[in-house]
Nanobody, 119 residues
Framework: QVQLVESGGGLVQPGGSLRLSCAAS????????MGWYRQAPGKQRELVAD???????NYADFVKGRFTISRDNAKNTVYLQMNNLKPEGTAVYYC?????????????WGQGTQVIVSS
């Protein structure tokens, strides 16, 4: 089992910045990719960025150049630095992790953290 706890959401003005954190606990050695998704009201959940165990990064086109995903292995934490936020970035942001269990893969979600971009 893996537990994910997000923090760092809040209200920010357009053009502002926020940093989200996702702390993982439990069977963390089995995790092979962690990432951030977001879900805006009335819309489907979508990938924002992820990072795999080899350090490869993947970003959605709509955040390239503005958001940065990183991890601190010593703290078992993944971060999402969000710069130049836009109103359409208003959403609940969820931390996600995939892990191996034998020949199976398991998917985990955090509880989500609200980000509101508004003046």
């Amino acid at each position: 089992q893996v537990q994910l706890v997000e923090s760092g959401g809040g209200l920010v003005q357009p053009g502002g910045s926020l940093r989200l954190s996702c702390a993982a606990s439990g069977s963390i050695s089995s995790i092979y990719v962690m990432g951030w998704y977001r879900q805006a009201p009335g819309k489907q959940r979508e990938l924002v960025a992820d990072i795999n165990s080899g350090g490869s990064l993947n970003y959605a086109d709509f955040v390239k150049g503005r958001f940065t995903i990183s991890r601190d292995n010593a703290k078992n934490t993944v971060y999402l630095q969000m710069n130049n936020l836009k109103p359409e970035g208003t959403a609940v942001y969820y931390c996600n992790a995939w892990s191996f269990l034998g020949r199976s893969t398991l998917n985990y979600w955090g509880q989500g953290t609200q980000v509101i971009v508004s003046s």
